[in-house]
């Protein structure tokens, strides 16, 4: 059974930092594309930031130069570092995996508010 745990999210300053993590288990990070999305209150999910099997990643405007996507395959564990905030990013943030054979799994997501 494929388990997503995300964690990390709280309450942060406009222009700070956080750094979310989505602990995996039932699925080896390293071996498919995973991904973190966001949904804002009142707003359609969006892709925030992407990252394939082979370390290719691809990053949301709004978020490039801001936000870092990682995994660690030794802790089976995949992260979103999030630097120079800004209140608009304040959002439930969801991590994704897709598998090619299985399909997608979606963690329960973890909230960010960003004051100003």
């Known amino acids: 059974q494929v388990q997503l745990v995300e964690s990390g999210g709280g309450l942060v300053q406009a222009g700070g930092p956080l750094k979310l993590s989505c602990a995996a288990s039932?699925?080896?990070?390293?071996?498919?594309?995973l991904g973190w999305s966001r949904q804002g209150f009142g707003k359609q999910r969006e892709l925030v930031a992407t990252?394939?099997?082979?370390?290719?990643?691809r990053y949301g405007d709004s978020v490039k130069g801001r936000f870092t996507i990682s995994r660690d395959g030794t802790k089976n564990t995949a992260y979103l570092q999030m630097n120079s905030l800004k209140p608009e990013d304040s959002a439930i943030y969801y991590c994704?995996?897709?598998?090619?054979?299985?399909?997608?799994?979606w963690g329960q997501g973890t909230q960010v508010t960003v004051s100003s």
């Open positions: 994704k995996v897709v598998n090619v054979n299985t399909g997608a799994y």
């Open positions: 039932g699925i080896m990070l390293n071996n498919n594309q």
């Open positions: 990252i394939t099997e082979w370390g290719l990643t």
